[in-house]
């Protein structure tokens, strides 16, 4: 926890930014009914029957200090599908930079080996020496930011029935450059001095 904590404090390093990642899906929900939109005085109705479609996965990137946000929609949320995603990091999003700290939490598919299942092995290393991970504790991740990102886009885009993968990407890039250049961004303010006074009941006890 602390060691999330302070990576929050460090100053803006463009040569080694901080990334916070993490993951959400999303049940894909068609209309069997054809709805009637708004009128004056009276919102839009359509049918309680749907239509399941499946589930896409979005897997969320956040740089609270450069103000960014990116979400990249899957069918899975695989080893593979982070192995990619850790490639996308490092040469799509962030090319210039020596290290990338990625804040994430303990789910098993965050595997650095996973990377030498999906690229050679020269490759893998090429991608893995250029990431520091930093791990939210087990129940703990509340910790990171991108949950608030993710909460934010739940609230603000994915409240109503998305029927299929190309509009839930549609609607996600939407919602993604309305955020980024709107200058939003997180305002974190939980320090370790304030975990370790709210959350002494975490640390051992030491009898001097």
């Not at 961004?185 to 975490?202: C, E, G, H, M, P």
Request: proline share 7%; with cysteine; net charge negative.
């Amino acid at each position: 926890m602390e060691d999330v904590l302070d990576l929050y404090t460090q100053p803006y390093d463009p040569q080694r930014p901080w990334v916070c990642f993490d993951e959400k899906c999303k049940q894909l929900i068609g209309e069997t009914r054809q709805s009637i939109p708004a009128a004056p005085g009276q919102p839009e109705r359509y049918d309680y029957e749907y239509q399941r479609n499946g589930v896409s996965n979005m897997f969320m990137f956040s740089a609270p200090l450069e103000g960014w946000r990116h979400v990249k929609v899957t069918d899975r949320r695989t080893k593979v599908d982070w192995a990619h995603c850790m490639c996308d990091l490092v040469d799509v999003h962030f090319p210039d930079a020596e290290t990338i700290r990625v804040v994430e939490d303990n789910l098993n598919t965050h595997n650095p080996a996973a990377l030498y299942e999906v690229f050679e092995p020269a490759e893998a290393k090429r991608i893995l020496d250029r990431l520091e991970f930093h791990h939210t504790p087990k129940h703990g991740s509340w910790l990171n930011i991108a949950e608030i990102e993710i909460s934010v886009l739940s609230r603000q885009c994915l409240g109503r029935r998305i029927p299929d993968k190309t509009t839930l990407e549609q609607e996600v890039a939407a919602w993604e450059q309305t955020r980024n250049t709107s200058g939003a961004t997180v305002d974190w303010r939980f320090t370790t001095s304030d975990a370790r006074i709210r959350l002494k009941r975490l640390y051992p006890s030491i009898q001097p």
